[in-house]
């Protein structure tokens, strides 16, 4: 089982940028999956995630406005647009996979997810 995120790269400061990660080992229809962030010298950040069923999107504070996150559950792939990205978004970006759940509170705890893919880095200058 694995996930696979592409699409980082460098950027400026205002421009957008779409993330993908693509479930291979297994179908995730049945998995939330979410996408968190680890900067530099900070701890690891909740991003997005969805539900399950594709009902349910949740952003974190910092992102919100600006970030929205998709699936294509045909394609096991999720999909993280990131619009008017700023400084601070500068960040390796990973996705993961939880079993079912849709709530809040279970999306947005990293503990809840038992497949992580191995991070792309997004890097946004001034």
């Known amino acids: 089982v694995q996930l696979q995120a592409y699409g980082g790269g460098t950027v400026q400061a205002g421009d957008s940028l779409r993330l993908s990660c693509v479930a291979s080992?297994?179908?995730?229809?049945?998995?939330?999956m979410g996408w968190f962030r680890r900067a530099p010298a900070k701890d690891r950040e909740f991003v997005a995630a969805?539900?399950?069923?594709?009902?349910?999107?949740f952003l974190g504070d910092s992102v919100e406005g600006r970030f929205t996150i998709s699936r294509d559950i045909a394609k096991n792939t999720v999909y993280l647009q990131m619009n008017s990205l700023k400084l601070e978004d500068t960040a390796a970006y990973f996705c993961?996979?939880?079993?079912?759940?849709?709530?809040?509170?279970?999306?947005?705890?990293?503990?809840?997810?038992?497949?992580w893919g191995q991070g792309t880095l997004v890097t946004v200058s001034s």
């Open positions: 080992g297994r179908s995730f229809g049945t998995y939330g």
């Open positions: 969805i539900s399950w069923l594709g009902d349910s999107t």
């Open positions: 993961a996979a939880a079993p079912v759940g849709s709530s809040r509170n279970y999306l947005t705890d990293p503990t809840s997810y038992d497949y």
